[in-house]
């Protein structure tokens, strides 16, 4: 077991706690904890790129860390009003979309290996400045009104262009594949 992966087991461990604070309004404690899984996942990263520790579970656990952790924040912040839920929504079914993506490539036996693509890393970016401001507003009791509506508007914007790109990707693989070049077959 690697050190990076072993941080990434810790961001893991994080998102239930950071989820219990969020329910308990206890949003010191979610701030801190969303600040240390962000910190932690860029620790990771260079550690295993400096140190050569990268791994094949790394390659999987990091992006699934990441991904628990921002859409049960999501969640949670829908979920107590804190964010539309036409943007929760939207979220959770790009990610739905892409893993029943490559699940359906798998079962098919042509699996697609998904690469981040310029919009979706901007789009997670966009997503977990929103979450941090969100949380540092409520921690801090501070309102950064035009600030917020702004992020609401830009991640809905980036999460169906994410999603819309993904899926010609997806399509693109797809095509042809299991159908027959005979007509009547």
Not at 35 to 46: E, K, N, P, Q, Y
Not at 76 to 91: A, E, R, S
Not at 103 to 110: I, Q, R, Y
Not at 152 to 177: D, F
Request: charged share 10%.
């Amino acid at each position: 077991m690697t050190i990076p992966n072993l941080i990434t087991i810790l961001r893991l461990v994080l998102v239930p706690a950071v989820v219990l604070a969020m329910l308990q309004a206890r949003w010191d404690w979610a701030f801190a904890g969303f600040l240390v899984a962000g910190i932690s996942d860029g620790v990771d990263g260079f550690i295993a790129r400096r140190f050569n520790q990268q791994s094949a579970l790394g390659a999987y656990l990091d992006p699934v860390a990441d991904k628990l952790l921002l859409v049960s924040v999501f969640v949670v912040m829908g979920f107590i009003g804190q964010l539309p839920l036409w943007l929760v929504v939207t979220m959770v079914s790009r990610d739905a979309l892409i893993v029943c993506a490559v699940l359906l490539s798998t079962v098919m036996a042509h699996p697609v290996e998904i690469k981040p693509v310029l919009v979706s890393k901007a789009n997670t970016a966009i997503q977990i400045v929103l979450a941090a401001v969100v949380l540092g507003e409520l921690a801090f009791a501070v309102h950064l009104d035009p600030m917020r509506p702004g992020l609401i508007l830009l991640s809905g914007v980036l999460t169906v262009a994410s999603a819309a790109a993904y899926l010609v990707a997806w399509l693109r693989h797809m095509s042809g594949y299991g159908e027959s070049s005979n007509p009547d077959i």
